[in-house]
């Protein structure tokens, strides 16, 4: 439910205190209200709006009707470049220790003067006041700048663009501290500032902390989101980033040290570590219950054997991981994606085909079910029923799927590696077997191209990620989705699981890196501090930590205890950052992007990452970790940008690109 903030200004006693009412935002309901209706006329339903607007009792002219009615104003145009002035001689005017926050307030003001000019049809004095202040405004809002300079007339502010659907309804958020806000509010208690006040209590939510005001390297690490920072409150719900216990009555076991054979007795067993997650299985605190969400039981006991005998022949790394490069020498690839145990890769071609290769074609070739004829002579009871059911004489290193209608942007292996997941341009996804090499289910529900897709770690769920805005959780067995993850500003490029499948990790154009609940669809974590779009995301094996990589070639690391940042590496690459993954061991981060570099990062001493780490461990902005101490190696390729990462059960880094050099 939507209500009054109590810290955005406050009205003062006195004879100006009627023009110094805080305006209430715009309801929950009202915000709906008015989407529905622009979609309307949008859609040319003119009766239905008018009948809608009846019904609702919309009276209060188009102004209101639009939720641009904050936006009338008969005043002097002149007077927005004074206030604006004002504002900023003000700001420069104080002390070093308030200024890095309230100047946070310069961007939401220019916007909003410029859209009050352009609505009240002050056409020319819009353009002047944007050609002097816009240079002013910071360097990473260059493309919201570019959208705000094509509105020139009060229709285009009607218009469904993602700049207007967010500033129209919702508030940019500035936090500032206790002494901050009272400076401020003396300063706007004066007459002469009436329209500025008007403008900061309708656009601005002031989100007042006690405490002394941060510095300005500080309030660099929570900014740069298209509506500024993430409130307090945003960050405040529990989350369960341990993961699940998994009891395994196969499990071997150890004798417990000391146990001496008394009498024939045998030794007294203890369970084995869990060499996985390298933690005991004990009861965590942090970890949901098993049954906090169903989960698939799990069908293939054997492949867990084999995962488990790789994981007792993993390295611990402790220094640089040896790593293995596949390079595609034609362009086309557009998405790569590796299966866990490393047998098969995908590749997504701007064809809108898919081919799935073996990359050990002599031991495990990729083959086809048999026919029916060849099906009825198998023995449904043999222990190796699965062998048999495929057909030797189709083994190939290869296969090609189709039925896409567009690029292939994104792909994902189920766990067992019998299915493949396809998000393409054509706004579908596609689920195909393996085993058939067929299609088996269409899933439609995304408005526009599906950016990312990803299996959950069980199995059974899935999530996509679009550029309709929205992140969706879906299950194999039903073609609707099961949750629409909504709240980002712009379109989501990548998606993620938590370990424990019970959360999944967004990145989002709007620079804002979010955790949402699969229980309930609730955003839990918005994490803020980039200063360009996400473009992948990597949650780490135990769960405790999420990492990010931006167009800009930072890298941000999040606690997901608190939301808080643990470290960031700024100049991690000369270029948008592709490809994220943590080693087996949760100790590296692996991170590759469009400078054709791989950068390995020792994590061991920033984040602590284990189940007894105190919650407490986010690091303050003049305490973060400095980037080269956690740097171990960067390995250059020729001209191959690196699309994806992935260690294997055994710790080898593979990696993979197409090369992008003269093909001559």
Known sequence: ??????????????????????????????????????????????????????????????????????????????????????????????????????????????????????????????????????GEQEVYRENELRSLASITRRQHMLEETALMAQFRTNKFVVRVSRDAYNQLKRRLADRQHGGLLKLIQDHVYLDVVDGSSRTKEAVDTTTGGFLGEAKRDANRAKVYYGLIREPDPDAETEDAPGDETDEGKPKRKRPKKDVLTRRKTKDDPHSPSSTRIPLPELRDPERSREALRDAYRRLRLDGPPSVCLYTAHHGGIVSVAVSDDTALLATGGVDATVRVWSLSPEDRPLRAMKDPEGLAEVDLEADDVMERLLDESSAADRVALVGHGGPVYGLSFSPDRSLLLTSSEDSTIRLWSLFTQTNLVVYRGHNYPVWSVAFSPFGHYFASAGYDRTARLWSTDNHQCLRVFAGAYSDLTCVAFHPNANYVATGSSDRNLRLYDCLNGVCVRTM??????????????????????????????????????????????????????????????????????????????????????????????????????CHVITYYTKATPVQLLHFTRRNLLIACGVYAGDSN
Not at 26 to 42: C, D, G, I, P, W
Not at 531 to 538: P, S, T
Not at 582 to 589: F, I
Not at 605 to 620: K, M, N
Request: include cysteine; charged fraction near 20%.
């Open 1 to 134: 439910m939507n209500h009054q903030p109590k810290s955005n200004v406050p009205s003062n006693s006195g004879p100006t205190a009627p023009q110094q009412q805080l305006n209430p935002p715009m309801s929950q309901e009202k915000q709906a209200l008015v989407a529905v209706l622009n979609y309307l006329r949008k859609s040319n339903l003119r009766e239905t709006e008018l009948a809608l607007r009846r019904e609702a009792k919309l009276n209060g002219g188009a102004a209101q009707s639009e939720g641009l009615g904050e936006y009338a104003s008969s005043g002097d145009p002149a007077v927005y470049s004074r206030n604006y002035n004002n504002l900023k001689g003000f700001i420069d005017d104080m002390m070093d220790a308030h200024k890095s926050e309230l100047s946070l307030l310069i961007y939401p003001v220019f916007v909003h003067m410029y859209l009050e000019l352009i609505y009240n049809h002050h056409h020319q004095q819009a353009r002047q006041f944007f050609s002097l202040y816009s």
């Open 528 to 629: 803020t501090g980039h200063k360009g779009a996400l473009r992948c995301v990597a949650v780490s094996p135990t769960g405790r930590y999420v990492a990010s990589g931006d167009s800009l070639g930072a890298l941000h690391l999040y606690d997901l205890a608190t939301g808080a940042l643990a470290a960031r590496f700024l100049a991690a690459h000369n270029g948008a950052v592709y490809a994220l993954r943590y080693d087996r061991d949760a100790q590296l981060l692996a991170s590759a992007g469009a400078d054709c570099s791989l950068s390995v990062w020792n994590l061991s001493g920033v984040c602590p990452d284990s189940p007894d780490a105190p919650e407490e461990s986010g690091h303050e902005a003049n305490s973060l970790p400095d980037e080269s101490d």
